[in-house]
């Protein structure tokens, strides 16, 4: 088992799978401060080879309650505005292309920023009691952190219109129905079906998560077609590991297999 303790964010790591909890009372805003720990301390994760999977939630009532209001206020100029936001769209990014799986366990009030940091993670979780929305409409400004973008993508553009135009909040059982979150759990119980679903990932042969990862990112980039190239060539590569061999004897001999991600 191993941990870091950093200013905004902390995580420890057991049996593969890390948990990083941000952590900025009252509501882990995302400041600049957080930004840059949430960059350094993904950054690590994702190099850690000891590191299967990474759960993402928040410390408190919250998951993230958005950006920094003080921060957003100080933007005066479009191009202050616009320069402002890459940092985060560069954080969310760097989470979204990640070789390893992100899964946003979403506690409390997930809004604004927190809510585009859910949606860059590759599976969301969230308490049914959660609260979540892009309330960036009733501050006269639209979601700048890819919330636009992902969240046509990922659940469609009439829930993407509904949320970002209205700026209402939805339960987390409200947004399983709207497909923004996998699934919704029994309350308080989110952060421990996240480690459930990330135990059953990290037992898997890391060859073939980074292989179906890469299969669906770049495939959505890509022509249908050329998207099926793409996971036959990947399929073909696999065929060499000693994993796969090792997963087709473990079934046809009825025990579980042993990989080790080569």
Do not use: W
């Amino acid at each position: 088992m191993g941990d870091s303790t950093q200013k905004k964010c902390h995580y420890t790591v057991e049996n593969g799978i890390a948990l990083l909890t941000i952590d900025n009372p009252p509501m882990n805003a995302l400041n600049h401060v957080v930004l840059k720990d949430m960059r350094e301390t993904i950054e690590q994760l994702i190099e850690n080879d000891s590191v299967r999977v990474v759960i993402v939630t928040g410390a408190g009532k919250a998951f993230v309650a958005g950006a920094d209001i003080n921060e957003i206020k100080e933007q005066n100029t479009r191009e202050d505005g616009a320069n402002f936001l890459k940092n985060g769209q560069d954080v969310l990014n760097i989470i979204e292309n990640a070789d390893k799986p992100f899964i946003a366990a979403i506690n409390g009030y997930c809004l604004g920023g927190g809510l585009e940091l859910a949606l860059a993670c590759h599976i969301r979780l969230a308490d049914e009691s959660a609260q979540l929305g892009l309330p960036e409409i009733k501050l006269g400004i639209i979601p700048g952190y890819g919330g636009t973008q992902r969240s046509t993508r990922l659940f469609g553009k009439g829930a993407a219109y509904e949320l970002i135009l209205s700026g209402n909040f939805i339960s987390g059982k409200q947004a399983e129905l709207y497909r923004i979150v996998n699934r919704a759990t029994e309350k308080g119980k989110v952060v421990d079906e996240a480690k459930e679903l990330a135990k059953a990932i990290a037992a898997r042969s890391r060859l073939a998560i980074k292989a179906a990862m890469q299969a669906i990112a770049k495939g959505l980039t890509m022509e249908f077609y050329s998207a099926l190239t793409l996971e036959r060539e990947l399929f073909g590569q696999l065929c060499e590991t000693e994993d796969k061999k090792e997963g087709i004897s473990a079934f046809l001999e009825k025990r579980e297999p042993k990989f080790k991600d080569k």
